[in-house]
């Protein structure tokens, strides 16, 4: 009898979390591969289910679904809310549906997942991380979709900072560089638009690095400096429905940008150490230039997202003549996330950070204790952001980020 417990026990397959994504675009062509993958690679306490994809458009919604894997469509994001099978909330929308979808999901005992920035106010994230601390008292998690806390170079500098390895910090200084806005015929989609995106580049890019900055340093920012731009003022209005990085053809006729194109930021964190932050989608050349340096006392450390396997790591206490930078190449077993990879020196990429993403997310909601950033996360991060652009208005006055 023992005997064939025991046996059950190993066959027994882990509970099914339900996905139900909204949004199948550029966020949730990701956010599928993560959902899809993250089982056949970790061994997770609970397997995630591709159980509904949300669009506003049946035949587009449908051939989205077909294409990456999941099992059913809707056309409104309140039926896949409501289905029975769908168990965790998966939000891949322009920033103005950010809020009242969670909400909603959270009351209905949803967890639910945000991509960045969390929303698009103060107003909207303090009310989303209200409707969180009321959904934890009932078991709900709620997370936000940073997901270069998971590239594993990144994680990994987290730990040594975490282990003293730079001492007290100095420095953390941050850009994040596209290039994808520096021709002004480049149409006007959501992304430019206040009302769909809260801001430009700040919020699309400046919210990652201020989540990184914070999250490496392990302690807030509490005072910015900024100056913000937009270059370009009017674009091209998109022929069709406005939608991922490139939007429509120009149809004739312009309106206007109302966010910014690029920010530049000086902060002071709380320990007193310094950072300074660039963002912007107009630098000639530059892709999705995500680079960071911190230095502390007893060393630095160096990354850029087109490298991202590597970290470069000086140890400042080895003797003068032999020290300097080295490159880590970030894919032995022993880093985070590797263990479950492929052998040391074959590589991953962008998309990993998403299966890495699915993989923390579903061992928090089993009880685990990955550091998964949660909605008071997203909420600290947007009052950042709202500082940068206070400060901006006031010709860049030191402006206090709000507890
Ligand atoms: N983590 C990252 O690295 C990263 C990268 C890009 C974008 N993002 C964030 O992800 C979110 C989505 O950005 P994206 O690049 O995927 O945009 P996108 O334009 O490529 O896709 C948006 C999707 O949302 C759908 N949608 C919009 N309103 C909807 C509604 N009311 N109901 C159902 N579907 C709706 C659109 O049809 C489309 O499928 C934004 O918050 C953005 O800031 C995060």
Not at 72 to 81: P, Q, S, V
Request: glycine share 10%; net charge negative; proline share 5%.
């Amino acid at each position: 009898m023992a005997q064939r417990d025991q046996t059950q026990q190993e066959t027994a397959a882990p509970p099914t979390l339900g996905i139900g994504m909204v949004g199948y675009a550029f966020m949730g062509a990701a956010h599928s591969q993560g959902w899809r993958t993250a089982g056949h690679v970790f061994d997770l306490p609970m397997r995630p289910a591709l159980a509904a994809v949300c669009g506003r458009d049946r035949a587009a919604v449908e051939a989205a679904a077909g294409r990456h894997g999941w099992a059913a469509a809707e056309t409104d994001w309140r039926a896949l809310i409501a289905r029975d099978d769908v168990h965790l909330v998966d939000i891949c929308t322009p920033g103005d549906s950010h809020a009242e979808i969670a909400v909603a999901a959270l009351e209905a005992g949803k967890h639910v997942l945000c991509e960045k920035p969390l929303a698009n106010t103060v107003a909207e994230a303090e009310a989303m991380a209200a409707a969180a601390r009321r959904a934890a008292a009932r078991g709900r998690s709620a997370f936000v979709g940073f997901n270069y806390r998971r590239v594993p170079a990144l994680a990994h500098a987290r730990r040594l900072i975490g282990d003293g390895r730079l001492g007290a910090l100095r420095h953390v200084r941050a850009v994040y560089l596209q290039d994808w806005l520096t021709d002004p015929a480049s149409p006007l989609t959501w992304r430019l638009d206040k009302d769909r995106a809260g801001s430009g580049a700040l919020g699309d890019l400046g919210a990652h690095v201020v989540d990184l900055a914070q999250y490496l340093a392990g302690e807030p920012l509490v005072a910015v400096s900024a100056l913000t731009e937009t270059f370009v003022r009017e674009r091209p209005r998109p022929a069709g429905p406005s939608g991922g990085l490139g939007g429509g053809a120009a149809a004739g006729g312009t309106g206007p940008v109302t966010v910014d194109d690029a920010a530049a930021f000086t902060g002071r964190l709380a320990s007193g150490a310094l950072a300074s932050f660039e963002v912007t989608r107009m630098a000639a050349g530059r892709k999705n230039a995500l680079r960071l340096e911190i230095n502390g006392e007893r060393g630095s450390l160096a990354f850029d997202l087109e490298r991202l396997n590597e970290l470069s790591f000086h140890d400042h206490t080895e003797p003068a003549a032999t020290a300097g930078f080295r490159r880590v190449l970030v894919t032995e077993p022993e880093h985070p996330y590797l263990e479950a990879w492929w052998p040391p020196g074959h590589t991953l990429g962008y998309e990993h950070t998403f299966v890495h993403q699915a993989r923390d997310v579903v061992c928090a909601i089993a009880g685990g204790t990955p550091d998964v950033p949660t909605f008071a996360d997203g909420l600290q991060v947007q009052r950042v952001l709202a500082a940068v652009e206070e400060s901006a208005a006031k010709n860049s006055v030191l402006t206090p980020v709000t507890l």
